[in-house]
């Protein structure tokens, strides 16, 4: 059984920078889109950037400048860099992947668990 696995969240001060991974583990064939999300306490999940098979990557608004989206497709990985981290950036941050089933031939939407992320002195 496929599943994501993220890890990197924490505790950090204003400016700060932390750095989320989410690895997929299991029989893969192959992943599409890769992104990363967010869930503030009280409010919708919401897109941060996503990244293509081919490396083409967008950004939010609140995001542009200031995070960076990067994957390993050899390890079926996806990384946040967080730079200049803000207290409103504190949420539970969320790992998607597109990934192949080889029984329906089709992509099936896999989202990972969570990592906290809160950004506070």
């Known amino acids: 059984q496929v599943q994501l696995v993220e890890s990197g969240g924490g505790l950090v001060q204003p400016g700060g920078s932390l750095r989320l991974s989410c690895a997929a583990s299991?029989?893969?064939?192959?992943?599409?889109?890769m992104a990363w999300y967010r869930q503030a306490p009280g409010m919708e999940r919401e897109l941060v950037a996503h990244i293509t098979s081919g490396g083409r990557s967008e950004y939010t608004d609140s995001a542009k400048g200031r995070f960076t989206i990067s994957r390993n497709n050899a390890k079926s990985t996806v990384y946040l860099q967080m730079n200049s981290l803000k207290p409103e950036d504190t949420a539970d941050y969320y790992c998607?992947?597109?990934?192949?089933?080889?029984?329906?031939?089709?992509?099936?939407?896999?989202w990972g668990q969570g990592t906290l992320v809160t950004v506070s002195s």
């Open positions: 299991g029989t893969i064939s192959n992943i599409n889109t």
């Open positions: 998607y992947a597109e990934l192949f089933n080889d029984s329906t031939y089709r992509y099936q939407a896999l």
